[in-house]
């Protein structure tokens, strides 16, 4: 089990010598059943969500973190939060932040632009992309500017340092113990990061709750304001952010209960609150920004598939004063979307996903996973396996042709897994995607960079894949950046 390029060879071998599944052993403690094929995939992700549980082994060491967040919770309690997460992802409420990702967008290209104008021609994608969709996501969910772009941001650098602690106590069988944990060098780190991520959190949940319940007070049931003047509720919905639908969701709850709630209920509902919080904040823009880095990845390394994408966002733009992408273009863009899968293919940001059932789950060719086993599906084997794509290495857009498609199982492409408990943020995801990787195109032509304090060597001839919490790249990813003609940019200077 290794976190590293051999790591995912070694899972490359295990796929087409098995073809399907196997079992598999972590030492004398962990029993697991690893499934790779589409045939094997479908029965475990579409198992109903009341039978299906997320096991200790794999999202346990989430929990000091992420507390009993949507990711976490299970059956009735994992139910009642899906109800009150999803109209935050509404196609509504999603046409909004559209304008969002335009404008962070923007603000990373000017900094490229500046970055460029210093000297600076090749940039490390990760920093600057990861900052790009935390910023997006402060302003998306909390309506909260940090400049974090800018300027270092403390809830950045501790995500980064929570991922690397638990994917290296997950390396070290000794620490799954919490009493050996806790009094480890590394335990304390952790402990000391969480503290960081929750607290910028709970300031930011409080400060919304204050102000969403001094709006209630000032108006009526009805949606019409207490000084006389005419509310508009429909309006006022379309400009509520996802923290205000969460928290006026659960204001809603604690209305309608007695008055014999006591204050230990009330605090947990503030915790879920921060809680469901930091998961959206925490997961969103990690594997969010891995998916936008892997997709310009692929793109400078395969010049003709980039210059199709760009013609295609350029025609969209055509006769355009502002060079901005609009929620209708999304689906104008058929083959920047099908570039932007195949490399969610490739280079999935979540390699794995793991469950547990409460009852057996019969599987193809008479086969059982006993109740209580752990399973893990694994994204990137299904991904990668050769009996389900051909030439599974192999960056290829025209897979996703609409005419190559039909004939595939739904279940061949999961890269937001699939059935009950798949991300509930994936068309957000999809969305921000779309629109970053059009507008870079169409300011800057990418090609593969190197990183200069190693001696000059492409990124092109030593791309070593790092599996972390989500799939990054050893030493970072250099792409070198070319700004296009100004034409491409007048919407940029505008801003």
């Known amino acids: 089990?290794?976190?590293?390029?051999?790591?995912?060879?070694?899972?490359?071998?295990?796929?087409?010598?098995?073809?399907?599944?196997?079992?598999?052993?972590?030492?004398?403690?962990?029993?697991?059943?690893?499934?790779?094929?589409?045939?094997?995939?479908?029965?475990?992700?579409?198992?109903?969500?009341s039978i299906t549980v997320k096991d200790e082994l794999f999202y346990g060491f989430l929990r000091p973190w992420l507390g009993q967040s949507l990711l976490l919770s299970n059956g009735e309690e994992w139910s009642r939060r899906r109800r009150l997460l999803t109209p935050a992802f509404h196609f509504d409420v999603l046409k909004g932040y559209v304008a969002v990702f335009n404008n962070a967008t923007h603000t990373m290209h000017s900094k490229w632009i500046r970055l460029s104008s210093e000297g600076q021609r090749d940039l490390e994608m990760f920093q600057h992309v990861g900052l790009m969709t935390l910023d997006s996501l402060l302003r998306c969910a909390f309506s909260h500017s940090s400049d974090c772009q800018e300027t270092p941001h403390e809830f950045t650098t501790a995500i980064l340092e929570l991922g690397d602690l638990i994917m290296d106590r997950r390396r070290r069988i000794l620490h799954h113990w919490d009493w050996i944990y806790w009094r480890s060098d590394q335990g304390k780190r952790f402990r000391r990061a969480t503290e960081v991520v929750h607290s910028f959190t709970r300031r930011v949940v409080e400060h919304r709750r204050t102000l969403i319940r001094e709006q209630s007070h000032r108006e009526s049931p009805e949606g019409t304001a207490?000084?006389?003047?005419?509310?508009?509720?429909?309006?006022?919905?379309?400009?509520?952010?996802?923290?205000?639908?969460?928290?006026?969701?659960?204001?809603?709850?604690?209305?309608?209960?007695?008055?014999?709630?006591?204050?230990?209920?009330?605090?947990?509902?503030?915790?879920?609150?921060?809680?469901?919080?930091?998961?959206?904040?925490?997961?969103?823009?990690?594997?969010?920004?891995?998916?936008?880095?892997?997709?310009?990845?692929?793109?400078?390394?395969?010049?003709?598939?980039?210059?199709?994408?760009?013609?295609?966002?350029?025609?969209?733009?055509?006769?355009?004063?502002?060079?901005?992408?609009?929620?209708?273009?999304?689906?104008?863009?058929?083959?920047?979307?099908?570039?932007?899968?195949?490399?969610?293919?490739?280079?999935?940001?979540?390699?794995?996903?793991?469950?547990?059932?409460?009852?057996?789950?019969?599987?193809?060719?008479?086969?059982?996973?006993p109740k209580d086993t752990i399973c893990l599906v694994s994204i990137y084997g299904t991904h990668h396996n050769p009996a389900v794509w051909s030439d599974p290495n192999e960056f290829n857009p025209l897979r996703f042709d609409p005419a190559n498609t039909r004939e595939r199982s739904s279940n061949a492409f999961i890269?937001?897994?699939?059935?009950?408990?798949?991300?509930?943020?994936?068309?957000?995801?999809?969305?921000?995607?779309?629109?970053?990787?059009?507008?870079?195109?169409?300011?800057?032509?990418?090609?593969?960079?190197?990183?200069?304090?190693?001696?000059?060597?492409?990124?092109?001839?030593?791309?070593?894949?790092?599996?972390?919490?989500?799939?990054?790249?050893?030493?970072?990813?250099?792409?070198?950046l070319e700004l296009l003609d100004p034409p491409c940019t007048d919407g940029l200077h505008a801003q």
């Open 1 to 49: 089990m290794r976190d590293s390029e051999e790591g995912l060879l070694d899972v490359d071998r295990l796929v087409r010598t098995h073809g399907h599944s196997c079992s598999w052993f972590l030492g004398p403690f962990y029993h697991l059943v690893r499934v790779f094929h589409p045939d094997f995939t479908s029965p475990l992700l579409k198992a109903a969500a």
């Open 226 to 369: 207490r000084d006389g003047t005419a509310g508009d509720t429909a309006q006022r919905q379309k400009r509520k952010d996802f923290i205000d639908i969460i928290l006026l969701a659960q204001v809603g709850q604690t209305d309608r209960q007695t008055d014999r709630q006591t204050d230990t209920h009330r605090e947990t509902h503030r915790q879920t609150d921060a809680n469901n919080v930091l998961m959206t904040m925490s997961s969103g823009h990690d594997t969010t920004a891995s998916a936008i880095c892997w997709t310009l990845f692929n793109l400078a390394g395969h010049a003709h598939y980039q210059d199709r994408c760009r013609d295609e966002v350029k025609e969209l733009m055509r006769d355009r004063a502002e060079q901005d992408i609009k929620w209708a273009d999304l689906s104008s863009m058929p083959f920047t979307t099908m570039c932007i899968k195949e490399s969610l293919r490739l280079h999935s940001p979540v390699l794995a996903v793991t469950r547990q059932y409460t009852r057996d789950v019969d599987l193809p060719g008479n086969r059982t996973v």
């Open 415 to 480: 890269p937001f897994s699939s059935g009950p408990r798949n991300c509930i943020g994936q068309r957000f995801a999809m969305a921000e995607l779309q629109v970053v990787v059009a507008l870079t195109l169409l300011r800057f032509r990418l090609s593969l960079g190197s990183n200069p304090d190693t001696a000059g060597t492409s990124t092109g001839q030593g791309i070593r894949r790092l599996p972390q919490l989500v799939l990054r790249a050893e030493g970072g990813m250099w792409l070198r």
